[in-house]
């Protein structure tokens, strides 16, 4: 819904991202890597955020809509299987939140992406994330050298 209102367009339908899930519940703010959704008869886990490249630009025949998509902080994330079943439209979706004592909002990751700034206590939550694929760590170390442990 928020891309249908900042994007005047009647083109854009599910799918017009690329996204393989479309939901209007979870927030950004509220979501964390780690967390966990139970959809349907499938339970998966949030991994990452979902960032532009040019090929979403290509695909909405915008070149600069990366750049927005990024500022806008309503990225999406990826999920991770943990569990395989039937999804179907209108499904609850039910958040459980991540048991670990460091919580990153994908919002707040997405924040730190944005900006390349982050306090200490950041850069060691999100490298004590252990959902977050190890690329994700591997970039926060030339980032932050004087940051990571």
């Known amino acids: 819904m928020f891309w249908k209102t900042a994007l005047p367009r009647d083109d854009l339908r599910p799918g017009s991202f690329g996204e393989n899930l479309t939901v209007e519940e979870l927030i950004k703010d ?6 966990e959704l ?5 339970r998966l886990q949030v991994t990452q955020p979902r960032l532009p490249c040019f090929k979403l630009g290509l695909a909405l025949g915008l070149p600069g809509f990366p750049k ?3 500022e806008s902080g309503s990225t999406g994330f ?7 079943g039937t999804i179907q439209a209108g499904d609850p979706i039910h958040l459980i939140p991540s048991r670990g004592a460091a919580r ?3 919002a707040g990751f997405v924040e730190v992406y944005r900006t390349q700034q982050a ?11 252990t959902s ?3 690329t994700w760590k591997d970039w926060l170390a030339p980032k932050f050298p004087e ?3």
Do not use: H, N
């Not at 139970?38 to 499938?42: R, S």
């Not at 990826?78 to 395989?84: A, F, G, H, M, S």
């Open 132 to 134: 977050l694929p190890e």
């Open 78 to 84: 990826y999920l991770r299987v943990l569990q395989e």
């Open 119 to 129: 306090t200490r206590d950041q850069v060691a939550r999100i490298s004590s994330l």
């Open 38 to 42: 139970e959809i349907g008869t499938a």
């Open 104 to 106: 990153v909002t994908i």
């Open 30 to 35: 509220q979501v964390a890597i780690g967390d």
């Open 68 to 70: 927005a998509f990024l």
């Open 147 to 149: 940051r990571v442990k």
